[in-house]
């Protein structure tokens, strides 16, 4: 079976642009979550989503946003690009929205010019 | 702001030692899993202990937890080259809100040298 998958892999943007990243969950799993991961630093909780609603977010600003299909899969956007968003952006599933384990994809790796 | 704390920052050992890295956290927890992460890719899972037991195995790991002193341990036998990498505890909290998260700690940097 496959994994968590995320596209693209890496990526370059501009300050002030926007860019979306995508995630399809583990077959199955109805949970998907986002992570930030800074250079030398624990990934970051940034949002979570079960059975296609929002159910938490954590500490970043609203120019972060996410949503997921009937299909279980994600995107995750960000506008207005700043330098500080040049981070690994994880994408992680599992089968329920608490007690199971969690699953991470390879990551989408952002840079900000 | 991170949960958890991992000790040592860093650890560095000859193939065939054992290795143990130690998780702290600060709330109480549903769980705790430990993450495997080699240089710029995505996570491994390694194991995910539940905060009613104490002590798990898979393979050449063992995993400890001490929820009366919020920490947990994972020790790594006859470590390998291909054990270096990054090593993280997160903690699944208890259920608020209707939802959960992992928070992670930094994180251990383990080199094993041939």
């Known amino acids: 079976d496959a994994g968590v998958t995320q596209s693209p892999t890496h990526l370059i943007k501009t300050r002030g642009q926007h860019v979306t990243l995508r995630c399809s969950p583990i077959?199955?799993?109805?949970?998907v979550s986002w992570y930030q991961q800074v250079l030398g630093q624990g990934p970051q909780f940034i949002f979570q989503y079960y059975e296609k609603e929002e159910r938490g977010r954590g500490n970043f600003p609203d120019r972060f946003s996410a949503r997921q299909f009937p299909n279980y899969s994600s995107e995750l956007n960000v506008n207005a690009l700043l330098l500080g968003d040049s981070a690994l952006y994880l994408c992680?599933?599992?089968?329920?929205?608490?007690?199971?384990?969690?699953?991470f994809g390879e990551g989408s790796w952002l840079t900000v010019v | 702001s991170q949960q958890g704390e991992e000790d040592p920052q860093a650890l560095s050992i000859q193939e065939g030692e054992n290795a143990t890295m130690n998780c702290s956290y600060k709330?109480?927890?549903?769980?705790l899993q430990w993450y495997r992460q080699n240089s710029g890719r995505g996570l491994v899972h390694l194991i995910l202990?539940?905060?009613?037991?104490r002590e798990k195995h898979s393979g050449r790991l063992r995993v400890t937890l001490d929820t009366s002193k919020k920490s947990s341990s994972l020790l790594i036998t006859a470590s390998r080259a291909a054990d270096t990498a990054s090593y993280f505890c997160a903690t699944e909290g208890l259920i608020s809100g209707g939802y959960n998260k992992l928070i992670f700690g930094a994180g251990t940097r383990l080199a094993v040298h041939p």
């Open positions: 077959s199955g799993h109805k949970s």
């Open positions: 709330t109480s927890i549903n769980n």
């Open positions: 202990i539940r905060s009613n037991e």
């Open positions: 992680a599933s599992s089968l329920e929205y608490s007690g199971n384990t969690i699953y």
